[in-house]
Protein backbone atom coordinates (compact mmCIF):
# COMPACT_ATOMS: atom_id res chain seq x y z
CA UNK A 1 0.00 0.00 0.00
CA UNK A 2 1.03 3.59 -0.88
CA UNK A 3 2.20 6.32 1.26
CA UNK A 4 -0.87 8.13 0.32
CA UNK A 5 -3.33 4.93 1.04
CA UNK A 6 -0.94 4.89 4.29
CA UNK A 7 -1.89 9.15 5.27
CA UNK A 8 -5.56 7.76 4.69
CA UNK A 9 -5.69 5.20 7.59
CA UNK A 10 -4.20 7.20 9.64
CA UNK A 11 -6.31 10.78 9.23
CA UNK A 12 -9.28 8.34 9.36
CA UNK A 13 -8.25 6.45 12.87
CA UNK A 14 -8.58 10.16 14.47
CA UNK A 15 -11.84 10.41 13.76
CA UNK A 16 -14.87 8.97 15.31
CA UNK A 17 -15.24 4.79 14.14
CA UNK A 18 -18.65 3.08 13.00
CA UNK A 19 -19.65 -0.05 15.29
CA UNK A 20 -20.18 -3.43 14.27
CA UNK A 21 -24.64 -2.41 14.21
CA UNK A 22 -23.74 0.60 11.93
CA UNK A 23 -21.44 -1.08 9.66
CA UNK A 24 -24.06 -4.30 9.33
CA UNK A 25 -26.90 -1.80 8.79
CA UNK A 26 -24.11 -0.98 5.61
CA UNK A 27 -24.67 -3.84 4.34
CA UNK A 28 -28.54 -4.62 5.20
CA UNK A 29 -28.55 -1.35 3.71
CA UNK A 30 -26.87 -1.58 0.55
CA UNK A 31 -28.69 -5.16 -0.40
CA UNK A 32 -32.38 -4.77 0.66
CA UNK A 33 -33.42 -1.70 -1.72
CA UNK A 34 -36.18 -2.01 -4.42
CA UNK A 35 -35.86 -6.31 -5.95
CA UNK A 36 -37.23 -7.45 -2.16
CA UNK A 37 -40.52 -5.99 -3.03
CA UNK A 38 -40.50 -7.50 -6.45
CA UNK A 39 -39.72 -10.95 -5.30
CA UNK A 40 -43.41 -12.75 -5.04
CA UNK A 41 -44.11 -11.80 -8.70
CA UNK A 42 -40.70 -12.38 -10.31
CA UNK A 43 -40.34 -16.03 -8.53
CA UNK A 44 -44.00 -16.87 -9.77
CA UNK A 45 -43.63 -16.11 -13.41
CA UNK A 46 -40.33 -18.89 -12.70
CA UNK A 47 -41.58 -21.70 -10.59
CA UNK A 48 -43.34 -22.57 -7.33
CA UNK A 49 -42.33 -23.71 -3.32
CA UNK A 50 -39.64 -26.11 -4.65
CA UNK A 51 -37.76 -24.93 -7.20
CA UNK A 52 -37.65 -21.35 -5.06
CA UNK A 53 -36.36 -23.39 -2.61
CA UNK A 54 -33.69 -24.57 -4.31
CA UNK A 55 -32.73 -21.38 -6.15
CA UNK A 56 -32.42 -19.90 -2.44
CA UNK A 57 -30.48 -22.43 -1.26
CA UNK A 58 -28.10 -22.41 -4.21
CA UNK A 59 -27.63 -19.04 -4.76
CA UNK A 60 -27.36 -18.18 -0.93
CA UNK A 61 -24.84 -20.84 -0.60
CA UNK A 62 -22.69 -18.97 -3.39
CA UNK A 63 -23.36 -16.02 -1.86
CA UNK A 64 -22.63 -16.78 1.32
CA UNK A 65 -18.97 -17.73 0.19
CA UNK A 66 -18.32 -14.36 -1.79
CA UNK A 67 -19.44 -12.77 1.90
CA UNK A 68 -16.88 -15.28 3.48
CA UNK A 69 -14.45 -13.79 1.04
CA UNK A 70 -15.03 -10.40 1.84
CA UNK A 71 -14.70 -11.77 5.46
CA UNK A 72 -11.42 -13.36 4.87
CA UNK A 73 -9.79 -10.35 3.30
CA UNK A 74 -10.38 -8.30 6.06
CA UNK A 75 -9.14 -10.45 8.53
CA UNK A 76 -5.90 -11.65 6.09
CA UNK A 77 -5.22 -8.15 5.09
CA UNK A 78 -6.33 -5.07 7.43
CA UNK A 79 -4.53 -2.48 5.60
CA UNK A 80 -6.44 -2.56 2.54
CA UNK A 81 -9.68 0.14 2.18
CA UNK A 82 -12.34 0.07 -0.06
CA UNK A 83 -12.90 -3.50 -0.25
CA UNK A 84 -12.99 -4.24 -4.31
CA UNK A 85 -10.69 -1.77 -5.64
CA UNK A 86 -8.18 -2.88 -2.85
CA UNK A 87 -8.02 -6.29 -3.68
CA UNK A 88 -7.81 -6.10 -7.22
CA UNK A 89 -5.30 -4.02 -7.65
CA UNK A 90 -2.81 -5.46 -4.35
CA UNK A 91 -3.48 -9.33 -6.31
CA UNK A 92 -3.61 -8.28 -10.39
CA UNK A 93 -1.98 -4.93 -10.55
CA UNK A 94 -2.85 -1.36 -11.03
CA UNK A 95 -4.10 -1.55 -14.19
CA UNK A 96 -6.89 -3.98 -12.95
CA UNK A 97 -7.29 -2.12 -10.02
CA UNK A 98 -8.03 0.81 -11.69
CA UNK A 99 -10.35 -0.98 -13.77
CA UNK A 100 -12.37 -2.87 -10.55
CA UNK A 101 -12.57 0.86 -9.18
CA UNK A 102 -13.76 2.83 -11.93
CA UNK A 103 -16.32 0.02 -13.09
CA UNK A 104 -17.64 -0.44 -9.21
CA UNK A 105 -17.88 2.94 -9.22
CA UNK A 106 -20.07 3.13 -12.23
CA UNK A 107 -21.85 0.40 -11.12
CA UNK A 108 -22.71 1.90 -7.96
CA UNK A 109 -23.94 5.14 -9.59
CA UNK A 110 -25.92 3.49 -12.41
CA UNK A 111 -27.67 1.32 -9.67
CA UNK A 112 -28.43 4.43 -7.88
CA UNK A 113 -30.10 5.68 -10.77
CA UNK A 114 -32.68 2.46 -11.32
CA UNK A 115 -33.63 3.47 -7.38
CA UNK A 116 -34.51 7.21 -8.58
CA UNK A 117 -36.62 5.61 -11.92
CA UNK A 118 -38.41 3.31 -9.44
CA UNK A 119 -39.74 5.65 -6.73
CA UNK A 120 -41.41 7.90 -9.58
CA UNK A 121 -42.49 5.12 -11.72
CA UNK A 122 -44.68 3.79 -8.17
CA UNK A 123 -45.68 7.88 -7.61
CA UNK A 124 -46.50 7.58 -11.41
CA UNK A 125 -49.73 5.55 -10.43
CA UNK A 126 -51.37 8.12 -8.45
CA UNK A 127 -49.40 11.77 -10.38
CA UNK A 128 -49.90 10.78 -14.05
CA UNK A 129 -46.80 12.99 -14.87
CA UNK A 130 -43.94 10.89 -13.42
CA UNK A 131 -45.33 7.90 -15.82
CA UNK A 132 -42.95 5.17 -15.23
CA UNK A 133 -40.15 7.17 -14.22
CA UNK A 134 -38.82 8.15 -17.18
CA UNK A 135 -40.62 11.36 -17.78
CA UNK A 136 -39.00 14.90 -17.60
CA UNK A 137 -41.30 15.85 -14.68
CA UNK A 138 -39.73 12.44 -13.21
CA UNK A 139 -36.42 13.11 -13.96
CA UNK A 140 -36.14 16.86 -12.75
CA UNK A 141 -37.88 15.74 -9.52
CA UNK A 142 -35.44 12.98 -9.08
CA UNK A 143 -32.27 15.26 -10.34
CA UNK A 144 -33.22 17.55 -7.52
CA UNK A 145 -33.59 14.38 -5.03
CA UNK A 146 -29.96 13.30 -5.78
CA UNK A 147 -28.74 16.93 -4.89
CA UNK A 148 -30.42 16.63 -1.99
CA UNK A 149 -28.66 13.57 -0.49
CA UNK A 150 -25.46 15.03 -2.23
CA UNK A 151 -25.70 17.86 0.31
CA UNK A 152 -26.66 15.68 3.18
CA UNK A 153 -23.95 13.76 2.58
CA UNK A 154 -20.91 16.42 2.45
CA UNK A 155 -22.27 17.40 6.23
CA UNK A 156 -20.26 14.57 7.03
CA UNK A 157 -19.83 11.10 6.55
CA UNK A 158 -20.44 9.67 10.03
CA UNK A 159 -23.88 11.56 10.09
CA UNK A 160 -25.10 10.15 7.14
CA UNK A 161 -24.19 6.50 8.15
CA UNK A 162 -26.16 6.57 11.01
CA UNK A 163 -29.32 8.07 8.84
CA UNK A 164 -28.67 4.89 6.91
CA UNK A 165 -29.11 2.66 10.18
CA UNK A 166 -31.90 4.71 11.07
CA UNK A 167 -33.78 4.32 7.94
CA UNK A 168 -32.13 0.97 7.42
CA UNK A 169 -34.67 0.20 10.84
CA UNK A 170 -37.23 1.71 9.73
CA UNK A 171 -37.92 0.08 6.11
CA UNK A 172 -37.43 -2.93 7.75
CA UNK A 173 -40.55 -2.81 10.15
CA UNK A 174 -42.79 -2.89 7.06
CA UNK A 175 -40.87 -6.12 5.55
CA UNK A 176 -40.86 -7.95 8.97
CA UNK A 177 -44.85 -7.51 9.29
CA UNK A 178 -45.25 -8.80 5.63
CA UNK A 179 -43.45 -12.22 7.07
CA UNK A 180 -45.59 -11.90 10.76
CA UNK A 181 -48.82 -11.49 8.36
CA UNK A 182 -48.16 -14.53 6.34
CA UNK A 183 -47.08 -16.44 8.71
CA UNK A 184 -50.66 -16.15 11.14
CA UNK A 185 -52.46 -16.41 7.98
CA UNK A 186 -50.93 -18.94 5.98
CA UNK A 187 -52.93 -20.76 3.67
CA UNK A 188 -51.65 -24.62 3.87
CA UNK A 189 -54.03 -26.24 0.76
CA UNK A 190 -52.75 -22.78 -1.62
CA UNK A 191 -49.29 -23.64 -0.37
CA UNK A 192 -49.33 -27.15 -1.36
CA UNK A 193 -51.25 -26.36 -4.63
CA UNK A 194 -47.67 -23.72 -5.67
CA UNK A 195 -45.53 -26.76 -4.42
CA UNK A 196 -44.27 -27.69 -7.56
CA UNK A 197 -45.10 -24.85 -9.70
CA UNK A 198 -46.21 -26.45 -12.80
CA UNK A 199 -47.83 -29.36 -14.35
CA UNK A 200 -44.41 -31.30 -15.08
CA UNK A 201 -42.98 -32.76 -12.21
CA UNK A 202 -39.47 -33.92 -13.31
CA UNK A 203 -35.97 -33.04 -12.60
CA UNK A 204 -35.57 -31.52 -15.72
CA UNK A 205 -38.66 -29.26 -15.28
CA UNK A 206 -37.65 -28.07 -12.29
CA UNK A 207 -33.66 -27.29 -13.20
CA UNK A 208 -35.43 -24.98 -16.36
CA UNK A 209 -37.47 -23.40 -13.10
CA UNK A 210 -34.34 -22.78 -11.29
CA UNK A 211 -32.15 -21.23 -13.71
CA UNK A 212 -34.80 -18.96 -14.19
CA UNK A 213 -34.45 -17.05 -10.89
CA UNK A 214 -30.96 -16.81 -11.18
CA UNK A 215 -30.40 -13.57 -12.19
CA UNK A 216 -32.93 -12.49 -10.12
CA UNK A 217 -31.58 -13.40 -6.88
CA UNK A 218 -27.69 -12.75 -7.66
CA UNK A 219 -29.02 -9.08 -8.27
CA UNK A 220 -31.00 -8.44 -4.82
CA UNK A 221 -27.81 -9.64 -3.31
CA UNK A 222 -25.78 -6.84 -4.49
CA UNK A 223 -24.19 -4.94 -1.81
CA UNK A 224 -22.92 -7.93 0.22
CA UNK A 225 -19.72 -5.89 0.29
CA UNK A 226 -21.01 -2.64 1.69
CA UNK A 227 -18.90 -3.01 5.07
CA UNK A 228 -15.76 -3.67 3.37
CA UNK A 229 -15.82 -0.73 1.19
CA UNK A 230 -16.14 1.15 4.12
CA UNK A 231 -13.87 -1.01 6.11
CA UNK A 232 -11.18 2.47 6.88
CA UNK A 233 -14.16 3.64 9.44
CA UNK A 234 -14.42 0.34 11.45
CA UNK A 235 -13.97 0.72 14.67
CA UNK A 236 -12.44 -2.82 14.76
CA UNK A 237 -11.85 -4.36 11.48
CA UNK A 238 -12.71 -7.81 12.74
CA UNK A 239 -15.95 -6.23 12.39
CA UNK A 240 -15.89 -5.92 9.06
CA UNK A 241 -16.35 -9.51 8.33
CA UNK A 242 -18.37 -9.68 10.79
CA UNK A 243 -20.67 -7.44 9.50
CA UNK A 244 -20.72 -8.54 6.21
CA UNK A 245 -21.22 -12.15 7.22
CA UNK A 246 -24.33 -10.85 9.92
CA UNK A 247 -25.71 -8.82 7.23
CA UNK A 248 -26.06 -11.52 4.24
CA UNK A 249 -27.84 -13.92 6.46
CA UNK A 250 -30.25 -11.22 7.56
CA UNK A 251 -30.62 -10.61 4.16
CA UNK A 252 -31.27 -14.11 2.80
CA UNK A 253 -33.56 -14.96 5.95
CA UNK A 254 -35.98 -11.80 4.81
CA UNK A 255 -35.62 -12.52 1.24
CA UNK A 256 -36.56 -16.10 1.29
CA UNK A 257 -39.03 -15.35 3.76
CA UNK A 258 -41.17 -13.26 1.32
CA UNK A 259 -40.48 -15.43 -1.59
CA UNK A 260 -41.71 -18.86 0.13
CA UNK A 261 -44.75 -17.47 2.54
CA UNK A 262 -46.08 -15.48 -0.57
CA UNK A 263 -46.69 -19.12 -2.45
CA UNK A 264 -49.39 -19.54 1.11
CA UNK A 265 -51.75 -16.71 -0.08
CA UNK A 266 -52.38 -16.33 -3.62
CA UNK A 267 -52.21 -18.81 -6.55
CA UNK A 268 -48.93 -18.98 -8.48
CA UNK A 269 -51.22 -17.36 -11.74
CA UNK A 270 -52.58 -14.24 -9.15
CA UNK A 271 -48.81 -14.03 -8.00
CA UNK A 272 -48.04 -13.87 -11.63
CA UNK A 273 -50.60 -11.58 -12.57
CA UNK A 274 -49.49 -9.11 -9.53
CA UNK A 275 -48.35 -5.46 -10.71
CA UNK A 276 -44.99 -4.43 -9.03
CA UNK A 277 -44.23 -3.62 -6.60
CA UNK A 278 -45.86 -7.26 -6.35
CA UNK A 279 -45.41 -7.41 -2.25
CA UNK A 280 -48.06 -4.63 -1.96
CA UNK A 281 -50.84 -6.54 -4.08
CA UNK A 282 -49.91 -10.05 -1.77
CA UNK A 283 -50.75 -7.83 1.42
CA UNK A 284 -53.32 -6.17 -0.12
CA UNK A 285 -55.14 -9.67 -0.65
CA UNK A 286 -55.19 -10.22 3.33
CA UNK A 287 -55.23 -7.37 5.23
CA UNK A 288 -57.54 -4.79 2.48
CA UNK A 289 -55.63 -1.46 0.90
CA UNK A 290 -53.81 -0.48 4.04
CA UNK A 291 -51.42 -3.08 3.09
CA UNK A 292 -50.54 -1.65 0.16
CA UNK A 293 -50.14 1.57 1.01
CA UNK A 294 -47.72 0.26 4.03
CA UNK A 295 -45.91 -1.71 1.00
CA UNK A 296 -45.47 1.59 -1.00
CA UNK A 297 -44.42 3.26 1.91
CA UNK A 298 -41.53 0.81 2.57
CA UNK A 299 -40.66 0.45 -0.92
CA UNK A 300 -40.14 4.30 -1.24
CA UNK A 301 -38.06 4.40 1.92
CA UNK A 302 -36.11 1.38 1.51
CA UNK A 303 -35.27 2.46 -1.86
CA UNK A 304 -34.03 6.10 -0.39
CA UNK A 305 -31.99 4.34 2.24
CA UNK A 306 -30.25 2.14 -0.19
CA UNK A 307 -29.23 5.17 -2.22
CA UNK A 308 -27.54 6.57 0.70
CA UNK A 309 -25.68 3.30 1.13
CA UNK A 310 -24.36 2.89 -2.71
CA UNK A 311 -23.89 7.12 -2.75
CA UNK A 312 -21.50 6.53 -0.02
CA UNK A 313 -19.62 3.57 -0.85
CA UNK A 314 -19.21 4.49 -4.71
CA UNK A 315 -17.77 8.17 -3.60
CA UNK A 316 -15.84 6.30 -0.87
CA UNK A 317 -14.22 3.84 -3.90
CA UNK A 318 -12.96 7.24 -5.69
CA UNK A 319 -11.53 8.62 -2.43
CA UNK A 320 -9.47 5.61 -1.34
CA UNK A 321 -8.39 4.85 -5.51
CA UNK A 322 -7.48 8.72 -5.43
CA UNK A 323 -5.48 8.45 -2.55
CA UNK A 324 -3.49 5.34 -3.60
CA UNK A 325 -2.90 7.44 -6.70
CA UNK A 326 -4.95 5.59 -8.90
CA UNK A 327 -7.43 8.09 -9.55
CA UNK A 328 -7.22 11.58 -10.02
CA UNK A 329 -5.48 13.88 -7.16
CA UNK A 330 -8.40 16.11 -6.90
CA UNK A 331 -10.82 13.26 -5.97
CA UNK A 332 -8.59 13.12 -2.71
CA UNK A 333 -10.36 16.39 -1.41
CA UNK A 334 -11.98 16.37 2.03
CA UNK A 335 -13.74 18.98 3.81
CA UNK A 336 -13.81 19.94 7.34
CA UNK A 337 -16.49 16.95 8.54
CA UNK A 338 -14.20 14.38 6.67
CA UNK A 339 -16.75 13.96 4.05
CA UNK A 340 -14.79 13.02 0.21
CA UNK A 341 -15.99 16.20 -1.24
CA UNK A 342 -14.90 15.94 -4.91
CA UNK A 343 -15.70 12.31 -5.03
CA UNK A 344 -19.09 13.05 -3.99
CA UNK A 345 -19.24 15.78 -7.08
CA UNK A 346 -18.79 13.25 -9.31
CA UNK A 347 -20.94 10.75 -7.99
CA UNK A 348 -23.74 13.13 -8.23
CA UNK A 349 -22.60 14.46 -11.65
CA UNK A 350 -22.45 10.92 -13.14
CA UNK A 351 -25.76 9.84 -11.75
CA UNK A 352 -27.30 13.32 -13.04
CA UNK A 353 -25.86 12.08 -16.52
CA UNK A 354 -27.56 8.71 -16.11
CA UNK A 355 -30.79 9.94 -15.11
CA UNK A 356 -31.15 12.26 -18.49
CA UNK A 357 -30.23 9.57 -20.65
CA UNK A 358 -32.81 7.65 -19.56
CA UNK A 359 -35.02 10.19 -20.94
CA UNK A 360 -34.03 8.58 -24.26
CA UNK A 361 -34.60 4.78 -23.09
CA UNK A 362 -37.96 2.89 -24.27
CA UNK A 363 -36.99 1.17 -20.84
CA UNK A 364 -35.52 3.29 -18.46
CA UNK A 365 -35.72 0.59 -15.34
CA UNK A 366 -34.68 -2.62 -17.44
CA UNK A 367 -32.04 -0.58 -19.21
CA UNK A 368 -30.29 0.19 -16.07
CA UNK A 369 -30.54 -2.58 -14.42
CA UNK A 370 -29.02 -4.21 -16.55
CA UNK A 371 -26.02 -1.93 -16.62
CA UNK A 372 -25.66 -2.09 -13.26
CA UNK A 373 -25.25 -6.04 -12.99
CA UNK A 374 -22.57 -6.19 -16.20
CA UNK A 375 -20.39 -3.10 -14.38
CA UNK A 376 -20.42 -5.19 -10.69
CA UNK A 377 -19.70 -8.84 -11.65
CA UNK A 378 -15.90 -7.64 -12.99
CA UNK A 379 -15.15 -6.24 -9.44
CA UNK A 380 -16.61 -9.02 -7.64
CA UNK A 381 -14.65 -11.86 -10.04
CA UNK A 382 -11.21 -10.06 -9.21
CA UNK A 383 -11.58 -9.76 -5.60
CA UNK A 384 -12.56 -13.71 -5.25
CA UNK A 385 -9.56 -14.36 -7.09
CA UNK A 386 -6.91 -12.16 -4.56
CA UNK A 387 -9.09 -14.59 -1.95
CA UNK A 388 -8.18 -17.82 -4.07
CA UNK A 389 -4.63 -16.54 -5.00
CA UNK A 390 -4.00 -16.19 -0.91
CA UNK A 391 -5.46 -19.10 -0.02
CA UNK A 392 -2.29 -20.58 -2.90
CA UNK A 393 0.34 -18.83 -1.84
CA UNK A 394 -0.71 -18.51 1.94
CA UNK A 395 0.12 -14.84 1.75
CA UNK A 396 -1.28 -13.59 5.36
CA UNK A 397 -1.91 -16.83 7.21
CA UNK A 398 1.64 -16.86 9.36
CA UNK A 399 0.97 -13.30 10.06
CA UNK A 400 -2.21 -13.96 11.33
CA UNK A 401 -0.82 -16.78 13.27
CA UNK A 402 1.72 -15.26 14.62
CA UNK A 403 -0.71 -12.96 16.52
CA UNK A 404 -2.92 -15.62 17.72
CA UNK A 405 -5.64 -14.40 15.98
CA UNK A 406 -8.77 -17.09 15.26
CA UNK A 407 -9.82 -16.55 11.41
CA UNK A 408 -13.42 -17.49 12.21
CA UNK A 409 -15.60 -14.56 13.34
CA UNK A 410 -17.89 -16.68 15.55
CA UNK A 411 -15.42 -18.66 17.81
CA UNK A 412 -15.41 -15.24 19.94
CA UNK A 413 -15.04 -11.72 19.94
CA UNK A 414 -11.60 -10.12 19.65
CA UNK A 415 -11.03 -7.41 21.81
CA UNK A 416 -11.82 -3.78 21.33
CA UNK A 417 -8.50 -2.29 20.02
CA UNK A 418 -9.39 0.50 17.19
CA UNK A 419 -8.33 -0.08 13.83
CA UNK A 420 -4.68 2.46 13.30
Not at 302 to 326: I, K, P, Q
Not at 388 to 400: F, P, Q
Amino acid sequence: MSQHASGAVAQTSSAQKLPLLTLTAMVVGSMVGAGVFSLPRNFAQATGVLGALIAWTVAGAGMLMLAFVFQTLAVRKPELNAGVYAYAKAGFGEFPGFFSAFGYWASACVGNVTYWVLIKSTVGAAVPGFGEGDTLLAVAVSVVGVWAFHFMIVRGVKEAAAINKIVTIAKLVPLLLFVVILIVTFKADVFGANFWGGQQRSAGALFEQVKATMLVTVFVFLGVEGASVYSRYARRREDVGRATVLGFLSVLALFASVTILSYATLSKAELTGLRQPSMAGVLESVVGGWGAALISVGLIVSVLGAYLAWTLMAAEVLFVAARDDDMPAFLKRENRQGAPVAALVMTSVLITAVLAITLFSDDAFTFTLKLCSSLSLVPYLLAAGYALKLTLTRDGYERRRKRGARTWWWRRWPSSTPLS
